[in-house]
């Protein structure tokens, strides 16, 4: 058990890390907002793959360091994550047996819990930001869902 | 193609809850103490240190390219290049001449008003970084931090005129706002009549405005607009922007002006980063400016504070030379 857990968590790390840094490579501002939420989504697919190595934690870490490299306020993400991962640890059982479009019709609602806690967190602490684009990250994040659970599971099996 | 294998499908997870609640709580009880206290600037600069090596990673390989393809342009590109830019240089530093001249004459005058010179002494060159930040707010990560002396605040300028200032320093990098931000609003002033006004961002980088002038005022398509220098925060007489359009509808009291920035905003790579030389003490980079002599800060002028009005002709003396005729002689005009 304790030997299986330290196995599983290289490809994590190693994947979010990736992640983060994919989430601040520079695009052309027309895509930017089409920007998915990778970080997000490995969270995700770390909580509901393996629920016993420590999603929550890689949640809040990855969390405060999007907070970080952002420079929003300090447990912004932090928060959103760690809640919306916790969500999903609670939902793994129903996603497993899930066809593909339930699957991502569950990441579209996670995601947009995501955005509505940093908008409300954003508004909170007094700059609010209110542009439509921001609701559009949950409808890419949903589409990219499968292409990443493929690609992690892939990274997984070697 | 979506498929998860693992083997560890049954059971509850102990403690999910209890965890989940305990690490929220930690998230909030940090947004609290962040956005109440100022006890989290040490902790954010450590963490950014932290974070610097994920955002080189990621911006090393643009640097690497445009290297490459600098290192491999052909030699008529440079060729055209190098004289386009000895014309520019001859024209600067044509202009340059002059500005000096100018310089040491408005010091000097206010030397004799007794008046505070507001006028900038250091300069350091930042590099932004190949980052991209946050889609919904204007803000760029340039390479410079809080051990070079950069502050909260600082104003930032690029070729153009007024960039932006610091918002956040960590560090080995600082966070910087840009004028058209949202959230950002900067004191202006129209150059060709002095009318002061607030320029404020509009998450546009193309756009300002002008929110509060009311319809009667006199501002036309062409305005240049500079800082202001009040509210201490920019150096005055920077350019911020040209007005681009003025739209006056009868029926309400404020016209709708736009403003074209002066800086190049979205093209920009090198930045200023400014100490003004009367800067209330703010911070490392005060302090910094403080500690250096005054001749370095600027050469050939005087410290205006220093001099009492017997120093007069010592005073002119380093710039007789150079100005001789245009400004009557400084102990006539203190003889009123």
Known sequence: ?158 | MVAFRNSDTSGRITGLLLRCVLYSLLALGLIIVDKRYDHLGRIRRVLSVVAYPVQIAVASPFEGWDWFRESVSSRGTLRADKAKLEAELRLAQFRLQRYEALEAESQRLRALRDKTAEVTDRFVIGNVMDIDLDAFRERVLVDKGAQDGVFVGQAVLDSGGVFGQVARVGQLTAEVILVSDATHAIPVQVNRNGLRTIAVGTGDMGRLKLPYLPTSADVIAGDLLVTSGLGGGFPAGYPVGTVADVKRDPAQSLADVDVKPAAALDRSRELMFVWLKAQPAAGTGAAIAKSLPPAARMPNVPVPHATPPQAQPQLRSPNEAAKPATIPPPPGANDE
């Open chain 1, 1 to 158: 058990m304790m030997r299986e857990a330290r196995i599983r968590r290289m490809p994590m790390a190693l994947s979010a890390l990736v992640a983060l840094a994919l989430a601040v490579l520079p695009l052309p501002p027309v895509l930017q907002a089409l920007r998915p939420d990778l970080l997000v989504l490995v969270v995700f697919y770390w909580s509901i793959e393996s629920p016993r190595a420590g999603g929550l934690t890689l949640a809040f870490i990855s969390g405060l360091a999007l907070d970080v490299i952002q420079g929003v306020v300090l447990g912004q993400h932090a928060l959103a994550l760690t809640l919306m991962a916790g969500w999903a640890t609670h939902l793994r059982l129903r996603l497993r047996v899930f066809s593909v479009l339930s699957q991502c019709l569950t990441i579209f609602a996670l995601l947009t819990g995501y955005q509505f806690v940093l908008f409300w967190v954003d508004g909170a602490t007094g700059n609010p930001v209110t542009t439509f684009g921001r609701w559009l990250a949950p409808v890419i994040g949903a589409l990219f869902w499968p292409l990443l659970v493929g690609a992690l599971s892939r990274f997984r099996e070697r």
